[in-house]
């Protein structure tokens, strides 16, 4: 055998071990614990879950760091018998743990409790609804979403978040970065900070995907997320999301104020369907008021409300359109126009028809 043979197989043979030695490594890594928090999560594990589907949501969860490795473990060493139920787990535990948990079966907590935080709401329903279905108060929330060693911390550990929500103009820092979900707690004692971890690491979760396509794009994540809550309280059905965010990015790029409703509605504290807009309120500048004066070609300073995915990926991926104008009628349709005549045409035509929304 030549020695130039000799040398291509023993090329292959080094490549080949250093493929599996890094596979070994790569392996013994992922199917070790995320972190050291401590913090419990519910997760309830559905009759008829397979290992598949146990992996998306536990990596979904952030419990784990690759479903593809909890999957070789669970076959590797043959666990075959997990069983539905609700667990408590954290991040400090590692496949191993995890998997033998799941194994039992066992109700982890009889006073676990269930709060659906809904899209399109702001930060004073979120702390109304933990106040109504925990043991803390409204106040404990805005003190939390107000305390500044708080806010600087979340902000070095986690990307998506930066200093942009430290403006002096924005009314709670956290508005928009709590991910609306039906989540599940361990009891009526979990504490507002625990609470906002958990719904800042699902956040964290949706957003992840699109990580590489923000960074690309002109807009930070916190415009992103200010962005798609005007999408999310504007269209009340997913097919005009998109539509919405393309005349959103029109009215920027020609330096046209974006004249939305809701943000003035936040400006001023007022709760949709509670009443008309004054018009002194309309004309008086705020930094959300995207209808008042000095805020052409701006966007609202922060986000006014929690959005779901479907608004975050409209924003990230408009419509390509020439719309500027927007309407909806009573029902929650809306209708697109490109000229100011047209769009004074279409409200006339939905007042003719009963269709005008009055409060």
Known sequence: MSKKIITVILVIIALLVVIAVSTIIWYNASIGPVSEDEIKHVVEIQMGSNSSTIAEQLKNEGL??????????????????????????TKKMSVKEITEALQTGKVESKDVISITFIEG????????????????TEEDVFELVQDEDYINSIIKERWFITD??????IYYPLEGYLF???????????TVHDIFEILLDQMENKLEPYKEAIQKS????HQIL?????????????????????????????????QSDVTTYYAFKIDMGERDLYQSEIDTYNAYNTR???????????????VGLNSIEAAINPNETSYLYFVA???????????????SQKINELQSQGLWVEF
């Not at 709401?121 to 803390?136: F, L, P």
């Open 180 to 190: 609306p979900d039906t989540y599940q707690f361990e009891n009526k004692d979990i």
């Open 218 to 221: 002109k807009y930070s994540v």
């Open 64 to 89: 784990i760091k690759s479903d593809l490795a909890f999957k070789m473990y669970v076959k590797f060493n043959n666990v075959t018998n997990f069983q539905a139920g609700t667990y408590e787990l």
């Open 164 to 169: 942009e929500i430290k403006n002096k103009d």
């Open 121 to 136: 709401k702001n930060m004073r329903w979120i702390a109304s609804k933990i106040a109504e279905q925990t043991n803390n």
């Open 329 to 343: 009628d009573k029902n929650g349709n809306v209708y697109f126009t490109r000229t100011n005549e047209e769009h």
């Open 292 to 306: 008042g004066p000095k805020m052409e070609g701006k966007l609202p300073v922060g986000p006014i409300s929690s």
């Open 226 to 258: 200010t962005i798609a809550s005007i999408i999310e309280n504007e269209a009340v059905f997913d097919k005009d999301r998109k539509d919405v965010s393309s005349v959103i990015y029109n009215r920027l790029s020609k330096k046209m104020p974006i």
